[in-house]
């Protein structure tokens, strides 16, 4: 039996990669999401034919069943906007697992001084490295978590942020820590030794949850999708070093995917913002952004604009570029925006949207809603592809971005975002810009594009705004 | 004695390019349902707390099940979670030119 269940893991495995392969494509990516699901089935499966003999079955279908119900209702209710918080909440709970499984193993081998696997050193080592990455990964997903969901006091917020430096010292020394830890269960894991009392693997539980708090807490503005990506990735490491640890290869190899294909999504979007990832971790921009603002915020007048104006302004005009930002998300503006835009069309007016790749907060963000509201897989471009057209375009309507389109970041060398890739908007011939009110972006910086020449300012929410502007289209 | 962690560490390495393999291509509008996609698939570590929790003699104090429980609940919670919320996130890719077609037309009546 025990042949038939690696054979199933085999399987299971190559389904991920098959399915993983799939999601890489916008027609595979749907059956490759059911395929990867099928994959986890056949996993869970052949686990079940694995222990089929345990003493434990109420406690086993009681859990299953409780993740589901706990699981489903919110993954199927929750509103497109609240999506990367979501995902952030399922990364923490898959970390989770394996920081509480590496707990259990420690409780149920007195400390590593009673394994039966020999050799118990991959064991012993796989298990203390789940245990702090994995922790890490659950604490810091739950930070990500509660500030994207904004349950954070911002007060609390901008002064955690503006000692990002003292929370570094402190990781620093906790790092320490939970390797001195880690390495003093290992040696004490010898069978002729006394059992390690269950408070080592607590500390070391505690210590690396504290890590991943501080970690992610002084990170703010722009860095969280970023942030959120590199926990995928860290729980992906986790699991494959518990698969190491259980002597698992679906796990290993399930885990090691996920940690190289997160690296690499985490590498694309820290590129695409000109910051490195050590330069995300170690030092936020957040405590700059304040005194960059006083700076900018002294010159320059800002022009507000009606409703009317900006629908004659786009319906005269040869090419309009939308460029959406979190703004969008949260007014749930994307069918307004989609019917603005059909209505252009109809004038013979062309429309493009300019997705920069980390608008919203997550990569992609933009994409999902606006595929939501149905515009065309073509229509939206991706920075690089769209950067040399607003020269040749006659109006860019900015709905809720900001610090994506901040010019600062390509001409003012003092800027905290100096040398970020920026959708260059300031460059086209006018510019509307539709926000809420002057505040500045999530990252804290002001936007001379607000007070540009060629720039008018649209105020109030995002879909009432564009509705009214659809108004006026009409009765053009 | 080391040939099974040896076997194990050339899994790893494998799969490790395999992750790279497959993901260095993928256009931005994709970034979230993969991001998502993956979350779901390290839903894996829901194997580990069943053969631990499965391994485990019926016994065993409840310290250790209520910690293996939990583990338990939240490793279905990643897959389950992770898997709809994917599809959801991919059902929007779907071609519905019908529906944009009709609703494009009605528009248009209203508009006059």
């Excluded at chain 1, 992906?236 to 190289?260: C, D, E, P, T």
């Excluded at chain 1, 490195?276 to 800002?302: E, K």
């Amino acid at each position: 039996m025990s042949y038939l269940v690696t054979i199933l893991y085999i399987v299971a495995f190559a389904m991920f990669i098959y399915g993983l392969m799939g999601l890489t494509g916008p027609k595979t990516a749907v059956r490759g999401n059911y395929i990867a699901a099928a994959g986890m089935a056949i996993a869970v499966i052949a686990v079940l034919i694995d222990i089929r003999d345990t003493e434990n079955w109420g406690l086993i279908v009681g859990g299953l069943a409780v993740g589901v119900i706990l699981g489903v209702p919110p993954a199927l209710k929750t509103k497109m906007t609240a999506m990367p918080q979501l995902v952030a909440l399922f990364n923490g709970v898959g970390g989770g697992t394996v920081a509480l499984i590496a707990w259990a193993e420690f409780l149920d081998s007195n400390g590593f001084t009673t394994v039966d696997d020999v050799p118990s050193v991959p064991f012993i080592v796989g298990s203390l490295f789940a245990a702090i990455i994995g922790s890490v990964s659950f604490w810091g997903s739950l930070v990500a978590f509660s500030k994207l969901q904004e349950l954070l006091n911002k007060n609390f917020e901008k002064k955690v942020v503006a000692s990002a430096k003292l929370f570094q010292l402190a990781n620093i020394v906790l790092a320490v820590a939970a390797i001195a830890i880690a390495i003093y269960i290992g040696l004490q894991a010898d069978p002729a030794n006394a059992p390690t009392p269950a408070i080592w693997i607590v500390a070391l539980l505690v210590v690396a949850g504290l890590m991943g708090l501080f970690v992610v807490l002084p990170i703010g503005g722009a860095d969280m999708p970023v942030v959120i990506s590199l926990l995928n990735a860290l729980t992906g490491l986790s699991a494959a070093a518990a698969g190491l640890a259980l002597n698992n290869q679906a796990m290993i190899v399930a885990g090691m995917i996920v940690g190289a294909s997160g690296s690499i999504l985490t590498n694309l979007m820290a590129k695409a913002m000109n910051r490195s990832i050590p330069a995300i971790v170690f030092g936020s921009f957040g405590g700059d952004g304040g005194s960059g603002g006083v700076v900018s915020a002294s010159g320059g007048t800002v022009k507000a604009t009606s409703a009317a104006d900006a629908a004659i302004q786009m319906a005269y005009a040869n090419q309009v570029i939308v460029v959406p930002g979190y703004g969008l998300a949260v007014a749930q503006a994307q069918h307004a925006v989609k019917e603005m835009a059909e209505l252009l069309e109809q004038r013979g007016v062309e429309v493009k949207y300019a997705i920069h790749p980390v608008a919203g907060r997550m990569p992609g963000h933009m994409n999902v809603l606006l595929a939501e509201a149905d515009v065309a897989y073509d229509a939206m471009k991706e920075m690089d592809d769209i950067n040399g057209e607003f020269s040749r375009t006659d109006v860019t309507i900015v709905i809720g971005a900001n610090d994506v389109t901040n010019p600062a970041a390509r001409l003012d060398s003092s800027s905290p975002i100096y040398g970020m890739p920026i959708l260059n908007v300031d460059q086209s011939k006018s510019v509307i810009v539709l926000k809420r009110s002057m505040s500045s972006g999530y990252a804290g910086i002001d936007n001379p594009l607000f007070t540009a020449d060629q720039t008018s300012m649209l105020f109030g929410d995002a879909k009432k705004m564009v509705g009214e502007v659809t108004e006026e289209l009409k009765v053009l | 004695m080391y040939t099974e962690l040896l076997a194990n560490i050339a899994i790893l390495v494998l799969a490790g390019f395999v992750g790279f393999a497959v993901i260095s291509k993928v256009p931005n509008t994709l970034h979230t349902p993969l991001m998502s996609g993956t979350n779901a698939i390290h839903g894996i570590v829901v194997l580990g707390a069943l053969v631990v929790l499965g391994h485990l003699p019926g016994d065993a104090p409840w310290s250790i099940k209520i910690i293996l429980f939990v583990a338990l609940v939240f490793g279905t919670l990643n897959v389950v979670g992770g898997f709809v919320v994917t599809d959801r996130m991919l059902a929007m890719f779907k071609p519905k030119k019908d529906v944009v077609k009709a609703s494009a037309e009605s528009k248009g009546a209203d508009a006059r």
